[in-house]
Protein backbone atom coordinates (compact mmCIF):
# COMPACT_ATOMS: atom_id res chain seq x y z
CA UNK A 1 0.00 0.00 0.00
CA UNK A 2 1.36 3.83 -1.10
CA UNK A 3 1.27 5.92 1.49
CA UNK A 4 1.12 9.71 0.54
CA UNK A 5 3.28 12.09 2.32
CA UNK A 6 4.04 15.98 2.26
CA UNK A 7 7.41 15.84 4.54
CA UNK A 8 10.08 16.61 2.46
CA UNK A 9 13.03 14.52 2.15
CA UNK A 10 15.86 14.41 4.59
CA UNK A 11 18.62 14.88 1.77
CA UNK A 12 16.98 18.25 0.96
CA UNK A 13 16.00 19.59 4.55
CA UNK A 14 20.15 20.38 5.23
CA UNK A 15 20.57 22.49 1.67
CA UNK A 16 17.09 24.21 2.52
CA UNK A 17 17.75 24.98 6.13
CA UNK A 18 21.39 25.93 5.06
CA UNK A 19 19.84 28.75 2.61
CA UNK A 20 17.49 29.39 4.87
CA UNK A 21 19.42 30.26 7.38
CA UNK A 22 21.91 32.69 5.23
CA UNK A 23 18.86 34.78 4.00
CA UNK A 24 17.91 35.39 7.61
CA UNK A 25 21.55 35.95 8.64
CA UNK A 26 21.18 38.93 6.08
CA UNK A 27 17.96 40.23 7.15
CA UNK A 28 18.33 40.14 10.52
CA UNK A 29 20.31 43.45 10.13
CA UNK A 30 17.51 44.84 7.91
CA UNK A 31 15.35 47.35 10.88
CA UNK A 32 18.82 48.60 12.12
CA UNK A 33 19.51 48.99 8.98
CA UNK A 34 16.22 50.74 7.86
CA UNK A 35 16.57 52.84 11.55
CA UNK A 36 20.12 54.29 10.00
CA UNK A 37 18.07 55.23 7.05
CA UNK A 38 15.32 56.74 7.85
CA UNK A 39 17.13 59.08 10.30
CA UNK A 40 18.33 61.19 7.30
CA UNK A 41 15.78 60.14 4.21
CA UNK A 42 12.47 60.14 3.60
CA UNK A 43 11.23 56.71 4.67
CA UNK A 44 8.96 56.66 1.78
CA UNK A 45 12.43 57.09 -0.41
CA UNK A 46 13.66 54.20 1.61
CA UNK A 47 11.09 51.78 0.99
CA UNK A 48 10.75 52.50 -2.61
CA UNK A 49 13.71 53.74 -3.43
CA UNK A 50 15.85 51.36 -2.20
CA UNK A 51 13.58 48.65 -4.70
CA UNK A 52 13.63 50.63 -7.57
CA UNK A 53 17.87 50.31 -7.34
CA UNK A 54 17.68 46.99 -6.55
CA UNK A 55 15.37 46.56 -9.62
CA UNK A 56 18.09 47.95 -12.03
CA UNK A 57 20.79 44.99 -9.86
CA UNK A 58 17.71 42.30 -11.07
CA UNK A 59 17.40 43.44 -14.80
CA UNK A 60 21.31 43.32 -15.05
CA UNK A 61 20.87 39.63 -13.47
CA UNK A 62 18.20 38.71 -15.58
CA UNK A 63 19.79 39.63 -18.73
CA UNK A 64 23.27 37.84 -17.84
CA UNK A 65 21.62 34.30 -17.32
CA UNK A 66 19.26 34.71 -20.56
CA UNK A 67 16.32 34.36 -18.10
CA UNK A 68 12.95 33.83 -20.02
CA UNK A 69 9.91 35.89 -19.45
CA UNK A 70 7.42 34.47 -16.76
CA UNK A 71 4.16 33.45 -17.86
CA UNK A 72 1.13 35.31 -17.36
CA UNK A 73 -0.36 32.86 -14.71
CA UNK A 74 3.48 33.62 -12.82
CA UNK A 75 3.54 37.46 -13.65
CA UNK A 76 0.18 37.14 -11.45
CA UNK A 77 2.09 35.76 -8.95
CA UNK A 78 4.91 38.07 -9.01
CA UNK A 79 2.50 41.01 -8.22
CA UNK A 80 1.65 39.27 -5.15
CA UNK A 81 5.31 38.80 -4.01
CA UNK A 82 5.99 42.03 -4.72
CA UNK A 83 2.93 43.46 -2.87
CA UNK A 84 4.41 41.50 0.23
CA UNK A 85 8.02 41.77 -0.03
CA UNK A 86 8.74 44.62 -2.64
CA UNK A 87 6.06 47.40 -1.31
CA UNK A 88 4.54 46.24 1.88
CA UNK A 89 7.02 45.18 4.07
CA UNK A 90 9.55 48.23 2.74
CA UNK A 91 7.22 50.84 3.47
CA UNK A 92 5.71 49.98 6.67
CA UNK A 93 8.74 49.42 8.60
CA UNK A 94 10.02 52.21 7.10
CA UNK A 95 7.12 54.51 8.36
CA UNK A 96 7.15 52.69 11.80
CA UNK A 97 10.74 52.62 12.50
CA UNK A 98 10.61 56.94 12.07
CA UNK A 99 9.44 56.44 15.65
CA UNK A 100 10.14 53.41 16.99
CA UNK A 101 13.37 51.84 17.51
CA UNK A 102 15.12 48.41 15.86
CA UNK A 103 14.24 46.89 18.94
CA UNK A 104 10.85 47.26 19.45
CA UNK A 105 10.18 46.93 15.74
CA UNK A 106 12.11 43.07 16.28
CA UNK A 107 10.49 42.01 18.78
CA UNK A 108 7.04 42.86 16.78
CA UNK A 109 8.17 41.50 14.02
CA UNK A 110 8.63 38.06 15.36
CA UNK A 111 5.21 37.38 14.31
CA UNK A 112 6.45 37.18 11.15
CA UNK A 113 7.54 33.35 10.92
CA UNK A 114 3.80 32.27 12.42
CA UNK A 115 2.32 34.97 9.29
CA UNK A 116 4.55 32.86 7.25
CA UNK A 117 3.71 29.50 8.45
CA UNK A 118 0.06 30.64 8.18
CA UNK A 119 0.04 31.87 4.47
CA UNK A 120 2.12 28.49 3.90
CA UNK A 121 -1.23 26.75 4.98
CA UNK A 122 -3.30 28.79 3.02
CA UNK A 123 -1.38 28.40 -0.20
CA UNK A 124 -0.64 24.55 0.25
CA UNK A 125 -4.36 23.96 1.25
CA UNK A 126 -2.89 21.95 4.58
CA UNK A 127 -4.92 21.50 7.56
CA UNK A 128 -2.84 21.39 11.05
CA UNK A 129 -4.23 20.28 13.81
CA UNK A 130 -5.61 22.27 17.12
CA UNK A 131 -1.97 22.56 18.63
CA UNK A 132 -1.05 24.36 15.57
CA UNK A 133 -3.76 27.32 15.80
CA UNK A 134 -2.92 27.13 19.55
CA UNK A 135 0.23 28.03 19.12
CA UNK A 136 -0.32 30.09 16.33
CA UNK A 137 -3.33 32.48 19.02
CA UNK A 138 -0.94 32.34 21.93
CA UNK A 139 2.09 33.77 19.92
CA UNK A 140 0.02 36.50 18.27
CA UNK A 141 -1.62 37.68 21.71
CA UNK A 142 1.98 37.37 22.67
CA UNK A 143 2.61 40.38 20.16
CA UNK A 144 -0.47 42.38 20.50
CA UNK A 145 0.19 42.26 24.29
CA UNK A 146 3.56 43.77 24.02
CA UNK A 147 3.12 46.49 21.80
CA UNK A 148 -0.26 47.35 23.72
CA UNK A 149 1.45 47.53 26.97
CA UNK A 150 4.62 49.38 25.77
CA UNK A 151 3.25 51.72 23.61
CA UNK A 152 3.20 56.06 24.39
CA UNK A 153 -0.54 55.66 24.98
CA UNK A 154 -1.03 53.20 28.36
CA UNK A 155 -2.86 50.22 27.21
CA UNK A 156 -2.98 51.36 23.46
CA UNK A 157 -1.05 50.81 20.36
CA UNK A 158 0.90 53.20 18.45
CA UNK A 159 0.28 53.82 14.80
CA UNK A 160 3.86 52.26 14.68
CA UNK A 161 2.97 49.44 15.54
CA UNK A 162 -0.03 48.99 13.47
CA UNK A 163 2.55 49.60 10.47
CA UNK A 164 4.60 46.58 11.98
CA UNK A 165 1.29 44.38 12.14
CA UNK A 166 0.45 45.37 8.47
CA UNK A 167 4.31 44.50 7.62
CA UNK A 168 4.50 41.13 8.79
CA UNK A 169 1.15 40.08 7.46
CA UNK A 170 2.00 41.21 3.69
CA UNK A 171 5.56 39.97 4.20
CA UNK A 172 4.20 36.80 5.54
CA UNK A 173 2.10 36.41 2.35
CA UNK A 174 4.96 37.93 0.06
CA UNK A 175 7.36 35.05 1.59
CA UNK A 176 4.52 31.94 0.94
CA UNK A 177 3.74 33.16 -2.24
CA UNK A 178 7.63 33.74 -3.01
CA UNK A 179 8.60 30.54 -2.08
CA UNK A 180 6.19 28.71 -3.77
CA UNK A 181 6.70 30.13 -7.14
CA UNK A 182 10.53 30.18 -6.75
CA UNK A 183 9.89 26.27 -7.00
CA UNK A 184 9.66 27.26 -10.73
CA UNK A 185 11.19 29.84 -11.60
CA UNK A 186 14.52 29.62 -8.66
CA UNK A 187 14.80 31.51 -5.43
CA UNK A 188 17.12 34.68 -7.47
CA UNK A 189 14.58 34.60 -10.62
CA UNK A 190 11.50 35.02 -8.74
CA UNK A 191 12.96 38.32 -6.61
CA UNK A 192 14.45 39.89 -9.76
CA UNK A 193 11.24 39.36 -11.90
CA UNK A 194 9.22 40.53 -8.83
CA UNK A 195 11.18 43.67 -8.34
CA UNK A 196 11.26 44.14 -12.23
CA UNK A 197 6.52 43.99 -12.52
CA UNK A 198 6.91 46.70 -9.33
CA UNK A 199 9.10 48.95 -11.14
CA UNK A 200 5.97 51.12 -13.03
CA UNK A 201 4.99 51.53 -8.91
CA UNK A 202 8.60 52.06 -7.12
CA UNK A 203 10.73 54.37 -9.81
CA UNK A 204 7.55 57.36 -9.88
CA UNK A 205 7.49 56.87 -5.98
CA UNK A 206 11.18 56.91 -5.42
CA UNK A 207 11.59 60.31 -7.58
CA UNK A 208 8.97 61.86 -6.08
CA UNK A 209 10.00 61.46 -2.56
CA UNK A 210 14.12 61.58 -3.27
CA UNK A 211 15.18 64.14 -0.78
CA UNK A 212 18.85 63.95 0.00
CA UNK A 213 19.30 67.40 2.66
CA UNK A 214 19.64 65.35 5.69
CA UNK A 215 21.48 62.39 4.49
CA UNK A 216 25.19 61.49 5.90
CA UNK A 217 27.18 58.22 5.83
CA UNK A 218 25.51 56.45 8.47
CA UNK A 219 21.73 56.92 6.12
CA UNK A 220 23.26 56.36 3.19
CA UNK A 221 25.45 53.12 5.16
CA UNK A 222 21.44 51.84 5.63
CA UNK A 223 19.83 52.63 2.67
CA UNK A 224 22.73 50.46 0.82
CA UNK A 225 22.60 48.02 2.87
CA UNK A 226 18.29 47.37 3.26
CA UNK A 227 18.90 48.07 -0.79
CA UNK A 228 21.83 45.39 -1.96
CA UNK A 229 20.98 42.63 1.02
CA UNK A 230 17.66 42.97 2.34
CA UNK A 231 15.70 44.02 -0.86
CA UNK A 232 17.86 41.64 -3.54
CA UNK A 233 20.59 39.10 -2.07
CA UNK A 234 19.35 37.93 0.86
CA UNK A 235 16.18 36.82 -1.39
CA UNK A 236 18.62 34.56 -3.42
CA UNK A 237 19.21 32.79 -0.47
CA UNK A 238 15.92 32.74 1.40
CA UNK A 239 13.83 31.85 -1.59
CA UNK A 240 15.82 29.30 -2.56
CA UNK A 241 15.89 27.88 0.71
CA UNK A 242 11.99 28.05 0.74
CA UNK A 243 11.85 26.24 -2.28
CA UNK A 244 14.25 23.47 -1.45
CA UNK A 245 13.09 22.89 1.95
CA UNK A 246 9.58 23.92 2.37
CA UNK A 247 8.05 27.26 3.59
CA UNK A 248 6.82 26.02 6.82
CA UNK A 249 9.84 23.79 7.14
CA UNK A 250 12.70 26.63 6.71
CA UNK A 251 10.33 29.75 8.04
CA UNK A 252 11.68 28.01 11.93
CA UNK A 253 15.00 29.38 10.51
CA UNK A 254 12.97 32.93 11.09
CA UNK A 255 12.88 32.05 14.77
CA UNK A 256 16.72 33.73 14.94
CA UNK A 257 16.12 36.78 13.40
CA UNK A 258 14.82 38.50 16.22
CA UNK A 259 17.45 37.51 17.98
CA UNK A 260 20.07 38.29 15.82
CA UNK A 261 18.03 42.22 15.20
CA UNK A 262 18.27 42.77 18.97
CA UNK A 263 22.07 41.97 19.19
CA UNK A 264 22.33 44.55 16.21
CA UNK A 265 20.59 47.10 17.82
CA UNK A 266 22.01 46.89 20.88
CA UNK A 267 25.83 46.78 19.85
CA UNK A 268 25.35 48.97 16.96
CA UNK A 269 22.41 51.58 17.12
CA UNK A 270 23.31 51.71 21.34
CA UNK A 271 19.86 51.08 21.76
CA UNK A 272 18.02 49.75 25.04
CA UNK A 273 17.02 46.23 25.35
CA UNK A 274 14.92 45.71 28.69
CA UNK A 275 14.11 42.87 30.25
CA UNK A 276 10.71 43.21 28.95
CA UNK A 277 11.50 43.67 25.23
CA UNK A 278 13.53 40.25 26.19
CA UNK A 279 10.87 38.55 27.57
CA UNK A 280 8.55 39.06 25.10
CA UNK A 281 10.75 37.82 22.40
CA UNK A 282 11.50 34.65 24.14
CA UNK A 283 7.63 34.36 25.03
CA UNK A 284 7.14 34.81 21.24
CA UNK A 285 9.40 32.61 19.77
CA UNK A 286 8.63 29.65 22.16
CA UNK A 287 4.93 29.96 20.75
CA UNK A 288 6.52 29.58 17.15
CA UNK A 289 8.90 26.76 18.20
CA UNK A 290 5.72 24.75 19.37
CA UNK A 291 3.97 25.83 15.82
CA UNK A 292 6.26 24.24 13.76
CA UNK A 293 6.95 21.45 16.25
CA UNK A 294 2.69 21.17 15.73
CA UNK A 295 3.12 21.17 12.25
CA UNK A 296 5.40 18.42 11.96
Not at 7 to 36: E, H, K
Not at 97 to 106: D, E, K, S, V
Not at 146 to 159: D, H, K, N, Q
Request: proline share 4%; net charge positive.
Amino acid sequence: MKVESNVIAPSRITPGLALGALGVLGFSFSLPATRLAVAGLDPWFVAFGRAAVAALLAIAYLAFVRAPRPTRHQVVRLVIVALGIVVGFPLFTSLALTTQTAAHGAVVVAGLPMATAVWAVVRAGERPGRRFWLASGIGFVAVLVFVATTGAVSGGLELADLFLLIAIVLCGLGYAEGGALARDLGGARTVCWALVVSMPVTIPVALLTADFNGADGSSWFGFGYVTVISMFLGFFAWYAGLARGGVAKVGQVQLAQPILTLAWSALLLHEPVGWTTVAAAVAVLTCVVWTQRSRS
